[in-house]
């Protein structure tokens, strides 16, 4: 849940990033308008994977894809969270201070360059399936592993895929390479991009109450690891990977080569995505042919990042954004459903796992067949 931080350059980028980390006397001042560009831009991306990874998390709670079923998190997963995640950092922070960086982001890259194909591939699905012409073949293609033989045969992976899902997987390559190469901040930002837009659409809350435990525990977090520790700040500035935003406050003077960049990190769109997710489906639940849930939280989203991104500019240190988003993105919602007088059915949606629907549904069956 990285915080909202400005003069943070993203190591690997083109000039020199120290330079840009610990204020020299060469380091370039931004311009007002690059700076206000900057953070236009990052608020703009934010919203991109919010709004439409919400619209596809509707979609995703009803497919019966194996590819796009939906990963569901309980209040058991939520109070956990924030424990593993205070691990997992700090874990990072002591590999950055033991271990020579550039092998750890060696490593890193590897990675994400798999994930961040796999990522954008699936997010260029739902275009590619519109702009195909249809007089082309579209041949349909099965990876199949399996283990034993005979009756004992046990899959391990079944994934089908056809012509459209290559074409995607290879312009993903290509942008996977740059990555890998160049480790461009517009390569960096199209992986980051994908993989917060598929974490909105495939993590879902199972009811408002988990959200509810799972932004609290992260709120407490989030100010600890920023205001606490400067051990958030450090990660975010040494991890070479596409587990942030990043956008240049030099654009203006230096073009696509500038290296002075504002950033925001991922878990600061994906969180309070899925809960603004949740609500969508929550609105459509109520079958009232409105969104107003929807609508209510994407704006307290909006607004709690706008006032983020200025107490950051005001005081000129970074910014836990999850301190203003989570009473935002909660706050505007329950205040909207008390005084509508649904609070008690907010609290009392509940969606069930895949396992548990395809059960519910196989009982009703039985039961019709009686």
């Known amino acids: 849940m990285a915080d909202v931080e400005q003069d943070a350059a993203v190591p690997g980028a083109a000039g020199n990033g120290s330079d840009a980390v610990n204020g020299s006397a060469g380091r370039f001042v931004s311009s007002p308008e690059g700076t206000a560009l900057a953070y236009g ?25 194996a590819s796009d079923m939906p ?18 950092l700090f874990g990072l922070y002591l590999f950055f201070k033991i271990f020579s960086q550039e092998y750890i982001n060696l490593l890193l890259s590897m990675y994400f360059f798999v994930l961040g194909i796999l990522a954008l591939s699936h997010t260029m699905s739902p275009f ?53 190469l160049k480790k461009h901040w517009i390569a960096n930002n199209l992986f980051g991009l994908a993989f917060a837009l598929n974490g909105v659409e495939l993590l879902h809350l199972n009811n408002v109450s988990t959200g509810c435990i799972l932004l609290g525990g992260l709120f407490v977090y989030d100010v600890f690891w920023v205001f606490g520790t400067n051990v958030m700040v450090t990660v975010a500035k040494s991890f070479e990977a596409p587990i942030k935003l990043v956008f240049p406050q030099d654009l203006l003077e230096k073009g696509l ?46 607004f709690g990042l706008g006032l983020t991104i200025f107490v950051m500019h005001t005081f000129k240190h ?37 396992e548990e629907a395809s059960l519910k549904e196989e009982v009703t069956e039985s039961d019709k067949d009686k």
């Open 41 to 65: 831009s990052l608020l703009l991306m934010a919203l991109l994977p919010i709004f439409f990874g919400a619209l596809r998390s509707v979609c995703c709670s009803k497919s019966k894809s």
């Open 71 to 88: 990963e569901t998190i309980t209040s058991r997963d939520a109070a956990r969270f924030p424990i593993i995640a205070s691990c997992t």
């Open 128 to 180: 590619m399936c519109r702009v195909f012409p249809a007089n082309w073949p579209n041949k349909q293609y099965q990876l199949l592993f399996t283990q034993g033989s005979g009756d004992g045969k046990e899959e391990i992976v079944n994934y089908e895929f056809d012509t459209k899902d290559l074409i995607c997987l290879a312009i993903s390559s290509v942008v996977g390479v740059w990555y890998v």
């Open 257 to 302: 080569d500038a290296n002075n960049f504002a950033m925001l990190g991922l878990g600061d769109i994906v969180i309070p995505g899925i809960f603004i997710a949740l609500l969508l489906r929550f609105d459509v639940s109520l079958k009232k042919n409105t969104r107003t849930y929807f609508y209510t939280s994407f704006l307290a989203y909006i």
């Open 318 to 354: 970074a910014q836990p954004a999850l301190l203003y988003l989570v009473p935002a993105c909660v706050g505007f919602p329950v205040v909207l459903a008390l005084f509508k007088g649904e609070l008690t059915e907010m609290f009392r949606y509940e969606e069930s796992s895949p």
